[in-house]
């Protein structure tokens, strides 16, 4: 998995701790459904999201390219798939915060 910035949020809930709030919202959906598209996200997203089809698309884009999706391309759309369960992901960032505080002593 590439190595990525590491983004962290105490304040927030769920994944949205180590995502931001558009990532965590896909990344959930992805997690549930186990593969999406952007339209797909967008259905599963409801009618209440605000969010155009090209910034869902870019998002799940750079998620494929933070190595937290991986993407396959079906005809002329992309489906994406996350590369770690929830638990996996949620587990080594917070070995990462552990190792990071060990640093400190």
């Known amino acids: ?5 590491f983004h962290f949020d105490p304040d927030a809930d769920g994944s949205a701790v180590f995502l931001g709030p558009t990532e965590s919202r896909l990344m959930e959906i992805a997690w549930e459904k186990r593969t999406i598209t952007v339209k797909s996200a967008l259905f599963y997203l409801g009618t209440k999201n605000k969010l155009a089809y090209t910034t869902v698309m870019t998002v799940l884009a ?10 396959k391309r079906e005809g002329r ?6 590369a ?5 992901f949620m587990g080594a ?9 060990k640093r400190i002593d």
């Open 1 to 5: 998995m590439a190595d990525r910035a």
């Open 62 to 71: 750079r998620l494929a390219q933070k190595g937290i999706l991986t993407r």
């Open 77 to 82: 759309s992309f489906v994406y798939t996350p």
């Open 84 to 88: 770690e369960t929830r638990r996996q």
């Open 93 to 101: 960032r917070i070995k990462k915060i552990k190792d990071c505080l």
